[in-house]
């Protein structure tokens, strides 16, 4: 019954590679609730397409006094549980099939936070690299200008994603307070001066970090001592090395676009800063980090050497079959996406034929959507809480999410991925029979 479904999908945006493997993988873990429960196959029809997508021009002056253009996306895609929630993207490969696994992907994530957000993403074909800041800040300010009649605090609440830094938000926020006349808690990942809350820009990261946390801890085991391969160099990747460092870990690697440098004993807390000031304060390239080893061209899931778990967080596709085989030759028992959809689907079949405990992106990943739902929660309340009080609801959440996605995989006899979705999709799902054919 799944296969009809995503083949009436397929039929209708048979060109959107990524948002068709977004929604077959979904599609068949349901599989077993589908057949215990056929009254929810309408629903699921339902889910898959958008409530609403919405394109536009995005014109803006380069330095040189020309006119750009560049085209804008949100996918407005659940609303059942609450306000559309999802970041933006500013990349020159994003268009509409990413913007909409993306979104599609967000409504699972977002339910599993327990927390009342529905799912959406947006972005820009627009790249940050290479552009100054003044043509970046033009880029934002018009970007804004169109999305923002579409959203609101009890609407749509867009926050940051790959290209779209506290820097980028900033711009956005401050065109969007000028344009409504409003000061509201629209945008996440805000600055601290102006609304954002405490924690944020970690929370991806350490969210990844503590789910798997839990994982280990259902084997009666911690982190100690295991070694970590990452990916990505960004705010999800730092963030996730230092919380492992934190808990007694052995972080490897770290990559970005040009390829990977391994750390044979391990980051320090003086690399990572090494690494944070190369890759995030100057937005240098991991050409200029001079330590460890450096793999030009090369993903660092076949670094000659044994590791325990992987966390993949840089993009989506980023472990195909061959990676994941790799991973398994090097003794790697747990994954932990993340990134959203960094695992092919071949490579996710082969972690399970091997065993290794699959931590996929809509519950591993939770971390940042749920901190950026509490940034809400503080802007509604005109309150800022401290680190710990984030922290400490961060790992209750992760822990929530763990243990949901655990339960329904009990139940329904399937893989913690499997839980993940199913978890995930019966909130919704029972939401959306409430409101009727909306």
Known sequence: MSQAIFDKVKARDPDQKEFLQAVEEVLT?????????????????????????????????D?????QVNRGYRVQ?????????????????????????????????????????????????????????????????????????HIGPDTDVPAGDIGCSPREIGWMYGQYRRLSNTSVGILTGKGLSYGGSLIRPESTGYGTVYFGLEILKDKGEDFKGKRVVVS???????????????????????????????????????????????????RGTLKDYNSGQYFEGKRPWGVDAKYDVAIPGATQNEIELEDAKDLVKAG?????????????????????????????????????????????????????WTSEEVDNKLKGIMASIYRASKDAAEEYSTTLQGGANIAGFLKVAEAMQAQGAV
């Open 29 to 61: 873990t349901l599989e077993p609730v589908l057949k215990k429960r056929p009254e929810l196959i309408p629903v699921v029809e339902r889910l898959c397409e958008p409530e609403r997508q919405i394109l536009f021009r995005v014109p803006w002056f």
């Open 63 to 67: 330095d040189k006094g020309n006119i």
């Open 77 to 149: 895609f659940s609303s059942a549980i609450g306000p559309y929630k999802g970041g933006l993207r500013l990349h020159p490969t994003v268009n509409l099939s990413i913007i909409k696994f993306l979104g599609f992907e967000q409504i699972f994530k977002n339910s599993l936070t327990t927390l009342p957000i529905g799912g959406g993403k947006g972005g820009s074909d627009f790249n940050p690299k290479g552009k100054s800041e003044n043509e970046t800040m033009r880029f934002c300010q018009s970007f804004i200008t169109e999305l923002y009649r």
């Open 232 to 282: 990505g160099s960004g705010n999800v990747s730092t963030f996730a090395i230092k919380k492992l460092l934190e808990l007694g870990a052995v972080p490897i690697t770290a990559s970005d676009s040009t390829g990977f440098v391994y750390e044979k004993d391990g980051f320090t807390n003086e690399t990572l800063e090494h690494l944070i000031d190369v890759k995030v304060v100057k």
């Open 332 to 384: 790697c028992k747990i994954v932990l996406e993340g990134a959203n959809m960094p695992s092919t689907s071949d490579a996710i079949e082969y972690y399970h034929k091997n065993k290794v405990e699959f931590g996929c992106a809509k519950a591993a990943n939770a971390g940042g959507v749920a901190v950026s739902a509490l940034e809400m929660a503080q802007n509604s309340a005109r309150l800022s």
